[in-house]
């Protein structure tokens, strides 16, 4: 499923759980419609609570961005390698930083590493969590 199409779902459940929870607490009457407005709120609280405290616990690991850079080459990040890295010259000249912003190139797993708006006359290429090596093949001329 779509990203966009994913969002569209989400907020559409929100809206109709919102409207459906306004319509509950306004057949309930007012007096009633406290009373479960201060159990939904204890509810709320706990859960933003638990959020906050697995999020202080867990962390960020380090994120990693290169958001915006322009490069007239390529743009690599590296990180979590346990082990060598090789990363191969380039023999080539690089070429000219592009007027317009490549592709968005973003880590799908969430842990920190973007290149949003890069321009470069090259690759980009985010590398993380290997156990063994890397290597980046050398370019021709």
């Given at each position: 499923m779509g990203s966009t199409r994913w969002r569209w779902l989400v907020w559409v459940g929100a809206g109709i759980s919102v409207v459906g929870l306004a319509l509950f607490l306004w057949g309930e009457g007012l007096d009633r419609a406290n009373q479960w407005a201060g159990v939904l709120g204890l509810f709320v609280g706990?859960?933003?609570?638990?959020?906050?405290?697995?999020?202080?616990?867990?962390?960020?690991?380090g994120g990693q961005s290169a958001d915006g850079a322009a490069a007239g080459g390529?743009?690599?990040m590296v990180r979590g390698?346990?082990?060598?890295?090789?990363?191969?010259?380039?023999?080539?000249?690089?070429?000219?930083?592009?007027?317009?912003?490549?592709?968005?190139?973003?880590?799908?797993?969430?842990?920190?590493?973007?290149?949003r708006g890069v321009r470069a006359g090259?690759?980009?290429?985010?590398?993380?969590?290997?156990?063994?090596?890397?290597?980046?093949g050398e370019q021709q001329p």
């Open positions: 706990l859960v933003g609570l638990l959020a906050s405290v697995t999020g202080g616990v867990r962390g960020r690991g390529s743009v690599r390698v346990k082990g060598d890295v090789v990363i191969g010259r380039t023999s080539a000249a690089p070429g000219p930083v592009p007027d317009q912003a490549s592709t968005p190139v973003t880590d799908t797993a969430g842990d920190g590493q973007s290149a090259g690759d980009v290429e985010l590398v993380d969590g290997v156990d063994g090596s890397v290597r980046f």
